[in-house]
């Protein structure tokens, strides 16, 4: 047998026997001791106990069998003494959370606009409770604009914020309905205006319900009418001509470069030609003289170089007025509506339905307090001495067929420079009488109508509002007057 075989061979025993003495320690050493000694003498004591009862008393044969039961369920006492797994828990799915009931209102407000040269709006204020109710009933005007007319009762204020709003105080009999109406000034061609309304509590403090409604001129198109851009002003026609431009001068350069090179072809095969006229006439041909090498013609190096730097220009004028329009075309108030966040982000004006994708959320109102205020709120606390509270008055409807949660920290308010703040949920508890609207979820097709409360710093109210559904949604964005 060669060596190295033989080395191979003693080498393979010597690994094997290594094997067998690793996995020696791993064999079960303890449960033979367990299953011999505990558990016989269990169960041998206990058959001596019942024997000597049976001679004295034959009667309580029947007794006998609870003792058997007794026997059989007291080795697994005994073997306690080994650890065992805990027993496991029940299959049954983790209580999901149920919407909370939400009492319906005893206040509904419904808004329609009127068919007139300028703006009016019909506010019915309807009492569906069996008592009366003394309610508050206020408007808000679109930005810029100011009431001509308003129904017996009516005063114009300003809110807390920029805008005008116009502020009922009434005093509702049972399954009654109230008629408001108010008259704005009027606006340009085709412009819309929303104008919500609800009513509140006697005090202001909590809305019953909310409606808006968004007037046009009568014969004016649905859709907006934009002024029509001129044709040499739009990109496809601009990029076009300034290609049209290139073919153009690069034809006219190969032109020129064409004919130069035509003539000097032309000069040099005269000049060449042009000798003594002698030997004309004769049978014999005349002897070939090698023709001098000619380098093959270019075009001249300053008309290259002039053709590259108006290409060049061309292409970094056009890349440069292009990225331009696209950098001014950026709106950097606007948040980011792809990448991680499902669906695209909508914004509007106060008043507008905005839908999300699970909810379609409608800011009715936004009143900020005095800067500075520091009154305190029930449990909510007092507003921080530099920085007050700004209360928004939000419709959230569950426009799908499930119910859906949403969060306090995903709503925003947005001040000036980009700064936010989420909502002051202690505040917001207080301002729904201790309801936490975000601890439970949403009913699937309903709609609820309440309070969330910013705590802002500063003296300039937000700009804009920042509402979601979800966490990853894309959500919508409230532009305040």
């Known amino acids: 047998m060669p060596a190295s075989t033989r080395h191979h061979r003693a080498l393979a025993v010597f690994v094997h026997c290594l094997g067998i003495l690793a996995a020696v320690p791993a064999l079960p050493t303890v449960a033979p001791e367990a299953a011999a000694a505990p558990r016989p003498p269990a169960v041998t004591p206990r058959p001596a106990t019942p024997t000597p009862e049976p001679t004295a008393v ?153 409606a808006s409604a968004t007037w046009q001129a009568a014969g004016t198109p649905a859709e907006e009418v934009t002024a029509a851009q001129p044709v040499w002003r739009q990109t496809p026609v601009l990029l076009a001509g300034l290609a049209v431009l290139l073919v153009l001068l690069g034809a006219a350069l190969f032109w020129v470069w064409r004919r130069r090179r035509g003539r000097r072809v032309t000069a040099a095969a005269l000049s060449s030609g042009g000798g003594s006229d002698e030997g004309r006439g004769t049978i014999y041909p005349r002897p070939s003289t090698p023709s001098p090498m000619r380098r093959r013609r270019t075009p001249p190096v300053a008309l290259l170089v002039g053709a590259a730097v108006v290409v060049l220009a061309a292409v970094v004028g056009t890349a440069g007025w292009t990225a331009t329009r696209q950098v001014s075309e950026i709106d950097t108030q606007k948040q980011p509506t792809s990448g991680a966040w499902m669906g695209t982000g909508v914004s509007g004006p106060v008043g507008v339905p905005l839908r999300d994708s699970a909810f379609e959320f409608t800011v009715y109102r936004m009143s900020c307090d005095a800067h500075g205020s520091t009154g305190a709120t029930n449990e909510g606390g007092a507003a921080p001495a530099s920085g007050r509270r700004c209360q ?45 609207v975000f601890a439970d979820p949403v009913a699937a097709g ?34 305040m007057p």
């Open 392 to 436: 928004a008055t939000v419709g959230v409807r569950n426009v799908t067929g499930d119910q859906q949660p949403w969060h306090g920290q995903m709503q925003r308010a947005y001040l000036p420079g980009g700064r936010w703040v989420s909502t002051d949920e202690p505040a917001t508890r207080a301002a729904n009488l201790g309801r936490d």
């Open 58 to 210: 034959t009667a309580p044969a029947p007794v006998s069998p609870p003792p058997a039961v007794a026997v059989v369920a007291r080795p697994p006492a005994a073997a306690s003494a080994e650890p065992t797994p805990p027993s496991a828990p029940p299959a049954m799915a983790p209580p999901s959370r149920t919407p909370a009931s939400v009492p319906a209102p005893p206040v509904t407000v419904a808004v329609a606009p009127e068919s007139s040269p300028a703006p009016r709006y019909r506010i019915h204020v309807r009492n569906v409770g069996s008592s009366p109710v003394d309610t508050t009933v206020r408007q808000e005007l679109p930005s810029g604009s100011s009431p001509t007319s308003i129904s017996a009762g009516g005063r114009s204020t300003n809110s807390g914020g920029s805008a005008t709003e116009v502020t009922w105080r009434l005093r509702l009999p049972a399954h009654s309905t109230t008629t408001l109406g108010t008259a704005l000034t009027a606006t340009a061609p085709g412009q819309k205006l929303t104008a919500p309304a609800c009513a509140f509590t006697s005090d202001g403090s909590r809305p019953f319900d909310c």
């Open 446 to 479: 309903s709609r609820v109508v309440l309070p969330l409360v910013f705590t802002v710093d500063g003296r300039d109210p937000p700009r804009q509002l920042e509402l979601r559904g979800g966490v990853f949604s894309a959500g919508v964005r409230v532009q």
